[in-house]
Every structure is written in structure tokens, then in C-alpha cells.
């Protein structure tokens, strides 16, 4: 069995046969490997693409425990690159299972709290750089079922409110978190809000139809949400200008061919 890893000083060192070796040098596709060990000439030779073999002997002893545990440190940021779990579930995984096969290397592999720092480097270098400005911004599949002109409002509103929520814990498939970010647009909704204590009837229905009617339909049972809203929009009829919001609402959210569909905003099957 071959691995090559990533050394301290990121060079590329091959681990075979539990012996580790340090790159010496490529011919054409040919990669010749030295022990790791300047005084000895053990040596191994990599082929196209073909695993390396030892080709000349080592004169000492192979370091198993160390070659396991430096295997086990580069499976696991390689996970932690390509999934999007979190940091501490997938190393929690990684020592499961490497207790299943090695159950005598666990003992020897750094805690969580000791690698913990190169852990998260793993993860945020597998990120893309943050954007600087909206042009930098490209969503692409699922994610573009947001619309871009929504994020283009986003970043121009200028009405001094952007409303921030997250949650981390307890997110629909796909995602994995959620962080979402609402601006206001000018449909006469926003003063209801901001004027949280108005005694105004218009701006009390507007606040209970947002907050205890339309938001609660995420938790309701996803073969009566059609029905739900039907009610609802009966029940706040009056409230001035109501319709722009309403049709937002089906075609967004209800509708048969809504933007998001149920399965990623329905609650009722989490709780
Ligand atoms: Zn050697």
C-alpha cells in the first residue's frame, strides 16, 4: 500500500510499505523516490501513472505508527476538502473507522483539540475567495433559483435595513447551513415592521399575517399548505395593497410550479 502526503514544508512525501520517502527526482513520466533517511539507499520508483515499488533496501526498520497516523491526518483533510459536513463529525468518522481497522494506531493519533487549527485551514482553503464586489458574484444551479436581480437588490438597498438570520443546527437537504439576508422593498410592508409597537390596524394584520400565518406554513403538513394559504389570503383580504404580496407568496412558495419546492422549506416532517 502507497499513499504520497503532504510534508511539513508542503513537499510531496510518498509512504510505502511503512517507510516514508522524499521526492528526489522526475525523468519523462518516471518519479525516483529516496528514503527519507540521508544515510540510507533505500529507493523506490514510480511509473506513468502505475504504484511505486521499492527498489533498493532500506537498512533500517519501517515506521508503521508513523506512516498510519500521517496516512489518517491526510484522509482526513482530504475529507474535510471535498464534503461539506461538519469539521468535528468527519473527524469523529475518520477515527470510527480507522479504530476498525487499526485499532492499535488510534492511540497514537493527534485529539481533535491538537490538530483542530489545521482542520478548519482545510476547510476554508477549499472555499472560493470571498467576492469584492456584486459582479464578482456567480450562482450557478440550485443556487441561482434566487435570482440574481434579488442579490442585485440586496446589495443596492438603500433603505438602511438588511435583516441577518441563520441556522446552523437544523437545515432541509440540501443545505447544509442556511444564513439568509432580506432587504425591503417598497410595498408599504416595511413600516409595519419598523413601527413595531403601532397601535394601526392595517400594520397589526400585516405583522400576524407575516409572522404568525405565512411563516408558520413551513411547519404545517405539506398536503394542506395549498389549502392554508387559501385561507390565509381570505382571512387578511383587506389589508391595503395586499395582492403584490400574495402573488409573491404563491408563485414563490405554493404554487404548483413555485420557485422552491416544498422539500426545501418544509419543517413539518423535522419537528
Ligand atoms: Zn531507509
Not at 64 to 87: A, G, H, T, W, Y
Not at 138 to 165: A, R, V, Y
Not at 173 to 199: V, W
Not at 224 to 229: K, M, Y
Request: aromatic fraction near 12%; charge should be neutral; include cysteine.
Amino acid at each position: 500500500m502507497s499513499t504520497i502526503v503532504e510534508s511539513k514544508r508542503k513537499k510531496p512525501t510518498l509512504l510505502l510499505d511503512n517507510f516514508r520517502f522524499t521526492r528526489d527526482k522526475i525523468i519523462n513520466t518516471t518519479i525516483y523516490w529516496k528514503c527519507e533517511d540521508r544515510s540510507c539507499l533505500g529507493r523506490a520508483v514510480q511509473c506513468d501513472l502505475n504504484s511505486p515499488f521499492m527498489k533498493q533496501p532500506h537498512n533500517h526498520e519501517g515506521d508503521e505508527i508513523k506512516c498510519k497516523v500521517e496516512e489518517f491526518r491526510m484522509n482526513l483533510k482530504q475529507r474535510i476538502e471535498d464534503s461539506p459536513q461538519p469539521v468535528k463529525k468527519i473527524y469523529r468518522e475518520q477515527i470510527i473507522s480507522l479504530y476498525t481497522t487499526s485499532s492499535q494506531i488510534t492511540q497514537f493519533t493527534p485529539m481533535f483539540h491538537e490538530m483542530k487549527i489545521s482542520l478548519y485551514n482545510a476547510r476554508n482553503t477549499s472555499y472560493p475567495s470571498a467576492p469584492r464586489n456584486i459582479d464578482d458574484v456567480m450562482i450557478e444551479g440550485i443556487c441561482s433559483k434566487t435570482l440574481n436581480e434579488s442579490l442585485k437588490q440586496l446589495s443596492e438597498s438603500d433603505h438602511g435595513h438588511l435583516f441577518f438570520d441563520e441556522t446552523f443546527k437544523s437545515c432541509p437537504n440540501p443545505f447544509y447551513q442556511l444564513y439568509s439576508a432580506h432587504s425591503l422593498q417598497e410595498l408599504g410592508f416595511q413600516s409595519a415592521f419598523i413601527d413595531k409597537k403601532s397601535r394601526d390596524m392595517n400594520k397589526i394584520n400585516v405583522r400576524n399575517l407575516y409572522k404568525k400565518k405565512t411563516c408558520a406554513l413551513a411547519f404545517m403538513p405539506p398536503q394542506e399548505i395549498s389549502n392554508l394559504g387559501v385561507i390565509i389570503m381570505d382571512e387578511y383580504q383587506d389589508i391595503d395593497n395586499i395582492g403584490e404580496f400574495y402573488d409573491y407568496v404563491t408563485n414563490t412558495w405554493i404554487d404548483n410550479d413555485r420557485l422552491f419546492d416544498y422539500t426545501l422549506w418544509q419543517y413539518y416532517h423535522f419537528i
